[in-house]
């Protein structure tokens, strides 16, 4: 069982927009910053969004982060089908371990 | 460019030790924290810990303290992750990672390695 909770799994066609959420208590998001991962199939975890929202150079900016008390946000836009990966948020936690959601599938129809 | 390049797969029998590394290149080696990140097959990502090579400082994971030992080597910008005596529950493919802090912030781990698979079966 994870620290973070994101849904299994999400889908949306070519093209759409998609939020993923992550949700987590005081201990851990309520205050600290949350990341975002991608990972594609096959392949190390990718950082897609840190200190809640800042991209990475050379992510473009079609994903974006929020943070809002306990509770986090990944959204893309412009869906593509190389945009199928597992997605995961991280933070810190206050029993000093970082700690991850347990990840979404994105499937895009 | 900013890397980590990992040491290759290990297949190693119950009860046997082992000691994976992770090379970083492009940036200073001594000035930031990395880390060591498990996945099991098919499932998500476990923080294990962390070493600042600058000092050797390391932090581990409450669920892995006791379990691993975390190191490093700053003369050859390497860092190490070891088991004493494996066991099949240690299967997985892990990753080192760099890791972002911002004072005593978390901020997200921004460079990782490509990942050394563990295989310990009899």
């Known amino acids: 069982q994870s620290v973070l909770t994101q849904p299994p799994s999400v889908s949306a066609a070519p093209g759409q927009k998609l939020t993923i959420s992550c949700s987590g208590s005081?201990?851990?998001?309520?205050?600290?910053?949350v990341s975002w991962y991608q990972q594609l199939p096959g392949t190390a975890p990718k950082l897609l969004i840190y200190?809640?929202?800042k991209r990475p150079s050379g992510i473009p900016d079609r994903f974006s982060g929020s943070k809002s008390g306990t509770s986090a946000t990944l959204g893309i836009t412009g869906l593509q089908t190389g945009d199928e990966a597992d997605y995961y948020c991280?933070?810190?936690?206050?029993?000093?371990?970082?700690?991850f959601g347990g990840g979404t599938k994105l499937t895009v129809l | 460019e900013v890397q980590l390049v990992q040491s290759g797969a290990e297949v190693k029998k119950p009860g046997e030790s082992l000691k994976i590394s992770c090379k970083g290149s492009?940036?200073?080696?001594?000035?930031?924290?990395i880390g060591w990140v498990r996945q099991k097959p098919g499932k998500g990502l476990e923080w294990m810990g962390i070493?600042?090579?600058?000092?050797?400082?390391?932090r581990y994971s409450p669920s892995f303290q006791g379990q691993v030992t975390i190191s490093a080597d700053k003369s050859i910008s390497t860092a190490y992750l070891q088991w004493s005596s494996l066991k099949a529950s240690d299967t997985a493919m892990y990753y080192c990672?760099?890791?972002?802090?911002?004072?005593?912030?978390?901020?997200?781990?921004?460079?990782w390695g490509q990942g050394t698979t563990v295989t310990v079966s009899s």
């Open positions: 990672a760099r890791q972002l802090w911002f004072g005593v912030n978390f901020l997200g781990m921004d460079v």
């Open positions: 492009g940036y200073s080696f001594t000035s930031y924290w």
């Open positions: 070493i600042y090579p600058g000092d050797s400082d390391t």
């Open positions: 005081s201990s851990n998001i309520g205050n600290n910053y």
């Open positions: 200190d809640n929202n």
């Open positions: 991280g933070t810190w936690d206050s029993r000093l371990s970082a700690v």
